[in-house]
């Protein structure tokens, strides 16, 4: 079976509400050993580093669900090595939005204070990925996400797998209705 890893977003954390879902709808159907949820650094740098070394023993073997900034990093690491990902109201091009959060930020779940500098804004840009292989992806997004434009990732998608829903918001409603799907598309060779 292929290891399912949740990406959490920006300012997030594995506390999130989709990572705890996602990990207790494995830990029902006895798949725990099979769920990864690591924490995302804020340093784009920092974060490409780790995501590189957890992601590079499995050899491809992989799909990530991205949500927002993570579905972000997501794309790079399917470009870079290998696997699939579900994109969850991803974060496209979040270098050019990055102005609006430079200085202290508190993280959703556990309080913890970052810093984020105007440097984050390039090194992002460094990291993007445009898919190439179309197949490897699935967008789910949703059209009332009040944080991101959901047609800037169906235009930066374009040929994936994409499912579109009316309304909803960023943190994507009824989202653990659809993980059956999401680890059916993990393991479709």
């Known amino acids: 079976m292929t290891p399912l890893i949740y990406l959490h977003g920006f300012l997030s954390s594995p506390l999130s509400q989709k990572a705890q879902e996602t990990a207790q709808w494995m830990a029902e159907r006895g798949l725990s050993e099979y ?33 927002s900034l993570g579905g972000f990093f997501a794309s790079w690491a399917v470009e ?14 979040p270098y050019a939005l990055i102005q609006q959060y430079v200085g ?7 309080g913890e204070i970052h810093y984020i500098d105007l440097s984050f804004s390039d090194k992002l840009r460094q990291l ?21 434009n959901y047609q800037d990732a169906v235009e930066f998608y374009a040929g994936c797998k994409q ?6 918001d960023h943190g994507f409603v009824g989202y653990a209705q659809w993980l059956a799907e999401i680890w059916a598309f993990a393991n479709t060779n």
């Open 35 to 67: 769920f990864l949820c690591p924490t995302i650094p804020m340093d784009p740098d920092i974060a490409e580093r780790e995501l590189r070394a957890l992601l590079t023993p499995f050899n491809g073997d992989f799909c990530l669900i991205g949500s």
């Open 80 to 93: 870079e090595l290998g696997g699939r990902a579900v994109l969850i109201n991803p974060a496209v091009r």
């Open 104 to 110: 202290e930020q508190e993280n959703y779940q556990t």
């Open 128 to 148: 993007e990925r445009k898919p190439s292989e179309l197949h490897r992806y699935w967008l789910l997004s949703q059209t009332d996400d009040e944080v991101l």
């Open 163 to 168: 499912t579109i829903i009316h309304g909803g």
